[in-house]
Protein backbone atom coordinates (compact mmCIF):
# COMPACT_ATOMS: atom_id res chain seq x y z
CA UNK A 1 0.00 0.00 0.00
CA UNK A 2 1.44 3.30 -0.93
CA UNK A 3 1.19 6.69 0.86
CA UNK A 4 -1.77 8.10 -0.97
CA UNK A 5 -3.43 4.95 -0.18
CA UNK A 6 -2.77 4.75 2.95
CA UNK A 7 -3.93 8.17 3.84
CA UNK A 8 -7.43 7.25 2.13
CA UNK A 9 -7.97 4.35 3.96
CA UNK A 10 -7.00 6.52 7.80
CA UNK A 11 -10.14 8.99 6.23
CA UNK A 12 -12.42 5.88 5.60
CA UNK A 13 -16.37 6.51 6.96
CA UNK A 14 -17.94 2.99 6.53
CA UNK A 15 -21.12 4.87 7.04
CA UNK A 16 -20.26 7.00 4.19
CA UNK A 17 -19.03 4.11 2.25
CA UNK A 18 -22.26 1.99 2.45
CA UNK A 19 -24.49 5.24 1.97
CA UNK A 20 -22.14 6.18 -1.41
CA UNK A 21 -22.45 2.76 -2.58
CA UNK A 22 -25.94 2.91 -3.06
CA UNK A 23 -25.95 5.96 -4.81
CA UNK A 24 -23.25 4.37 -7.29
CA UNK A 25 -24.10 1.00 -8.26
CA UNK A 26 -22.20 0.77 -11.25
CA UNK A 27 -19.08 0.74 -8.75
CA UNK A 28 -18.33 -2.46 -6.79
CA UNK A 29 -18.29 -2.45 -3.27
CA UNK A 30 -14.55 -3.51 -2.79
CA UNK A 31 -13.36 -0.93 -4.98
CA UNK A 32 -15.26 1.76 -2.30
CA UNK A 33 -12.67 2.67 0.73
CA UNK A 34 -15.59 5.66 1.67
CA UNK A 35 -13.79 8.99 1.67
CA UNK A 36 -15.99 11.80 2.09
CA UNK A 37 -15.82 14.25 -0.49
CA UNK A 38 -14.59 17.72 1.74
CA UNK A 39 -11.48 15.37 2.61
CA UNK A 40 -10.43 14.50 -0.92
CA UNK A 41 -10.78 17.68 -2.02
CA UNK A 42 -8.35 19.18 1.00
CA UNK A 43 -5.90 15.99 -0.23
CA UNK A 44 -5.98 17.49 -3.72
CA UNK A 45 -5.06 20.84 -2.46
CA UNK A 46 -2.40 19.52 -0.70
CA UNK A 47 -0.79 17.73 -3.35
CA UNK A 48 -1.67 19.71 -6.24
CA UNK A 49 1.56 20.53 -8.05
CA UNK A 50 4.20 18.86 -5.81
CA UNK A 51 6.11 15.46 -7.00
CA UNK A 52 3.49 13.44 -4.66
CA UNK A 53 0.42 14.40 -6.54
CA UNK A 54 2.65 14.48 -9.78
CA UNK A 55 3.49 10.96 -9.35
CA UNK A 56 -0.33 9.98 -8.60
CA UNK A 57 -1.30 11.57 -11.87
CA UNK A 58 0.67 9.30 -13.64
CA UNK A 59 -0.36 6.22 -11.78
CA UNK A 60 -3.20 4.49 -13.40
CA UNK A 61 -5.25 2.52 -13.68
CA UNK A 62 -6.33 3.30 -10.05
CA UNK A 63 -7.28 0.57 -7.99
CA UNK A 64 -10.08 2.53 -5.65
CA UNK A 65 -12.86 4.63 -6.52
CA UNK A 66 -11.52 7.82 -3.72
CA UNK A 67 -8.36 7.35 -6.11
CA UNK A 68 -10.53 8.11 -9.08
CA UNK A 69 -12.05 10.73 -7.46
CA UNK A 70 -8.92 12.58 -6.13
CA UNK A 71 -7.48 11.83 -9.30
CA UNK A 72 -10.76 14.30 -10.87
CA UNK A 73 -10.24 16.66 -7.95
CA UNK A 74 -6.17 17.18 -9.15
CA UNK A 75 -7.01 17.40 -12.61
CA UNK A 76 -9.64 20.39 -11.87
CA UNK A 77 -7.36 22.37 -9.99
CA UNK A 78 -4.71 21.80 -12.80
CA UNK A 79 -4.23 25.58 -14.29
CA UNK A 80 -2.28 24.96 -17.32
CA UNK A 81 -4.72 24.66 -19.97
CA UNK A 82 -2.95 22.68 -22.76
CA UNK A 83 -1.84 20.37 -19.26
CA UNK A 84 -5.20 20.23 -18.21
CA UNK A 85 -6.60 19.04 -21.28
CA UNK A 86 -3.92 16.50 -22.09
CA UNK A 87 -4.73 14.89 -18.31
CA UNK A 88 -8.31 14.97 -19.11
CA UNK A 89 -8.10 12.95 -22.14
CA UNK A 90 -5.09 10.48 -20.19
CA UNK A 91 -7.90 9.84 -17.51
CA UNK A 92 -11.29 9.66 -19.38
CA UNK A 93 -11.01 6.36 -20.27
CA UNK A 94 -10.85 4.95 -16.87
CA UNK A 95 -13.76 6.75 -15.01
CA UNK A 96 -16.27 4.26 -15.05
CA UNK A 97 -19.01 6.19 -12.77
CA UNK A 98 -21.27 9.33 -12.91
CA UNK A 99 -19.66 10.94 -9.68
CA UNK A 100 -16.24 10.70 -10.84
CA UNK A 101 -17.02 12.33 -14.24
CA UNK A 102 -19.21 14.66 -12.80
CA UNK A 103 -17.32 16.06 -10.18
CA UNK A 104 -14.51 16.26 -12.85
CA UNK A 105 -14.57 20.13 -13.55
CA UNK A 106 -11.21 22.13 -14.35
CA UNK A 107 -11.62 25.59 -13.36
CA UNK A 108 -9.19 26.41 -16.29
CA UNK A 109 -11.53 25.85 -18.58
CA UNK A 110 -13.63 28.38 -17.74
CA UNK A 111 -10.96 30.93 -19.40
CA UNK A 112 -11.03 28.98 -22.48
CA UNK A 113 -14.32 27.33 -22.79
CA UNK A 114 -13.87 28.03 -27.26
CA UNK A 115 -11.00 26.08 -26.97
CA UNK A 116 -12.85 22.50 -25.74
CA UNK A 117 -15.16 22.85 -28.86
CA UNK A 118 -12.80 20.11 -31.11
CA UNK A 119 -12.49 17.80 -28.19
CA UNK A 120 -16.13 18.25 -27.44
CA UNK A 121 -17.16 16.99 -30.83
CA UNK A 122 -14.90 14.18 -30.74
CA UNK A 123 -15.55 12.55 -26.85
CA UNK A 124 -19.50 12.72 -28.18
CA UNK A 125 -18.78 10.67 -31.36
CA UNK A 126 -16.38 8.29 -28.35
CA UNK A 127 -19.21 5.71 -27.73
CA UNK A 128 -18.05 5.15 -24.39
CA UNK A 129 -20.33 6.06 -21.51
CA UNK A 130 -18.60 8.81 -19.32
CA UNK A 131 -16.35 10.31 -21.98
CA UNK A 132 -19.89 11.05 -23.67
CA UNK A 133 -21.31 12.35 -20.51
CA UNK A 134 -18.64 14.28 -19.57
CA UNK A 135 -18.37 15.96 -23.52
CA UNK A 136 -22.33 16.64 -22.31
CA UNK A 137 -21.77 18.12 -19.26
CA UNK A 138 -18.89 20.11 -21.07
CA UNK A 139 -21.52 21.95 -22.87
CA UNK A 140 -24.40 22.31 -20.44
CA UNK A 141 -21.74 24.05 -17.83
CA UNK A 142 -19.71 26.27 -20.24
CA UNK A 143 -21.92 26.60 -23.92
CA UNK A 144 -25.73 27.20 -22.76
CA UNK A 145 -25.49 31.26 -21.85
CA UNK A 146 -23.08 34.00 -23.64
CA UNK A 147 -21.21 31.10 -25.84
CA UNK A 148 -24.71 29.25 -27.35
CA UNK A 149 -25.07 28.17 -30.42
CA UNK A 150 -27.88 26.35 -31.46
CA UNK A 151 -26.21 23.61 -33.24
CA UNK A 152 -24.44 22.21 -30.14
CA UNK A 153 -28.78 21.54 -29.19
CA UNK A 154 -28.06 19.10 -32.34
CA UNK A 155 -24.98 17.62 -30.90
CA UNK A 156 -26.55 16.59 -28.14
CA UNK A 157 -29.82 15.72 -29.86
CA UNK A 158 -27.73 13.73 -31.76
CA UNK A 159 -26.38 11.28 -29.42
CA UNK A 160 -27.59 7.36 -29.11
CA UNK A 161 -27.02 5.72 -25.96
CA UNK A 162 -29.18 3.31 -24.29
CA UNK A 163 -27.06 4.03 -21.41
CA UNK A 164 -28.61 5.14 -18.41
CA UNK A 165 -26.19 7.74 -17.26
CA UNK A 166 -26.05 8.63 -20.69
CA UNK A 167 -29.89 8.97 -21.12
CA UNK A 168 -29.95 10.94 -18.03
CA UNK A 169 -27.13 13.97 -19.08
CA UNK A 170 -29.10 14.29 -22.18
CA UNK A 171 -32.04 14.97 -20.01
CA UNK A 172 -30.47 17.12 -18.21
CA UNK A 173 -29.05 18.92 -20.48
CA UNK A 174 -32.11 19.68 -22.39
CA UNK A 175 -33.85 20.48 -18.98
CA UNK A 176 -30.89 23.33 -18.74
CA UNK A 177 -31.39 24.37 -21.77
CA UNK A 178 -35.35 24.93 -21.67
CA UNK A 179 -34.47 26.85 -18.57
CA UNK A 180 -31.62 28.87 -20.37
CA UNK A 181 -32.30 28.90 -24.17
CA UNK A 182 -36.13 27.87 -24.15
CA UNK A 183 -37.11 29.38 -27.95
CA UNK A 184 -33.71 26.44 -29.14
CA UNK A 185 -34.85 24.20 -27.12
CA UNK A 186 -38.49 23.64 -27.24
CA UNK A 187 -38.72 22.63 -30.87
CA UNK A 188 -36.72 19.38 -30.31
CA UNK A 189 -39.39 18.46 -27.94
CA UNK A 190 -42.20 19.35 -30.08
CA UNK A 191 -40.66 17.98 -33.37
CA UNK A 192 -39.98 15.06 -31.04
CA UNK A 193 -36.38 15.09 -32.22
CA UNK A 194 -34.99 12.58 -28.62
CA UNK A 195 -35.67 9.58 -28.10
CA UNK A 196 -38.19 9.09 -26.41
CA UNK A 197 -36.93 7.92 -22.94
CA UNK A 198 -34.50 10.92 -23.10
CA UNK A 199 -37.60 13.34 -24.26
CA UNK A 200 -39.62 12.15 -21.62
CA UNK A 201 -36.54 12.37 -18.84
CA UNK A 202 -36.08 16.02 -20.33
CA UNK A 203 -39.36 17.20 -19.53
CA UNK A 204 -39.62 15.83 -15.77
CA UNK A 205 -36.49 17.26 -15.09
CA UNK A 206 -37.32 20.87 -16.64
CA UNK A 207 -40.69 20.17 -14.44
CA UNK A 208 -38.92 19.73 -11.65
CA UNK A 209 -37.25 23.12 -12.41
CA UNK A 210 -37.12 26.13 -10.55
CA UNK A 211 -35.92 28.15 -13.49
CA UNK A 212 -38.89 27.26 -15.77
CA UNK A 213 -41.87 29.23 -15.54
CA UNK A 214 -45.47 27.16 -14.55
CA UNK A 215 -47.05 28.42 -17.61
CA UNK A 216 -43.98 26.63 -19.36
CA UNK A 217 -44.63 23.72 -17.34
CA UNK A 218 -47.91 23.04 -18.08
CA UNK A 219 -47.28 23.38 -22.27
CA UNK A 220 -44.20 20.83 -21.48
CA UNK A 221 -46.42 18.03 -19.86
CA UNK A 222 -48.32 18.11 -22.88
CA UNK A 223 -45.53 17.53 -24.80
CA UNK A 224 -45.03 14.06 -23.15
CA UNK A 225 -44.93 10.61 -25.20
CA UNK A 226 -45.79 7.24 -24.59
CA UNK A 227 -43.00 4.91 -23.86
Not at 147 to 157: D, G, M, Q, S
Not at 161 to 183: C, G, N, P, R
Request: aromatic share 12%; hydrophobic share 45%.
Amino acid sequence: MDKIEERLFALRDEKYKAFQGALIPTVPADRMIGVRTPALRALAKELSGNGEGETFLAALPHRYFDEDQLHAFLISRIKDFDRCLAETERFLPFVDNWATCDQMNPAVFRKEPKRLLPFVSKWLADGRTYVVRFAIKLLMDHFLNDLFEPRFLEWVASVRSDEYYVEMIVAWYFATALAKQYDAAIAYLEEGRLPVAMHNKAIRKAIESDRVSLERKGYLKSLKRQE
